[in-house]
């Protein structure tokens, strides 16, 4: 590690992810201290500092890819779903009609009627 490196307390370290990414907290650096997973500090005597290009690499670790709301997802394949597919919200299997059912007509397909 080279000598120009900050450290930075475990307060201070806190802080700085919750300003910089918007997650963390010095209890949680605390807490993930103690089982794990947290990022790479050290001890200088009896206090804990952690290295801020290690506190960067860890917080980017930890973030996901880009994501999209759920109503967005949903637009993009279908906006409404198919009639068949939502019968059973509609109605409880003892209420279904006949014609709905899928017992009758387990494929969904259209049936010509009978008299």
Do not use: I
Request: net charge positive; hydrophobic share 35%.
């Amino acid at each position: 590690m080279p000598p120009e490196t900050q450290f930075l307390r475990r307060r201070e370290a806190g802080e700085y992810l919750k300003s910089r990414y918007g997650f963390c907290s010095p209890k949680s650096l605390g807490k993930l201290a103690t089982v794990g997973g947290g990022p790479e500090y050290h001890k200088a005597g009896p206090a804990v500092v952690y290295a801020v290009p290690k506190l960067d690499e860890w917080a980017l670790a930890r973030l996901s890819g880009p994501c999209q709301s759920r109503p967005q997802k949903v637009m993009q394949r279908r906006p409404f779903p198919r009639p068949q597919k939502v019968m059973h919200l509609l109605y409880s299997w003892r209420e279904m009609p006949e014609t709905a059912s899928l017992a009758a007509n387990p494929l969904g397909r259209r049936t010509a009627p009978t008299a």
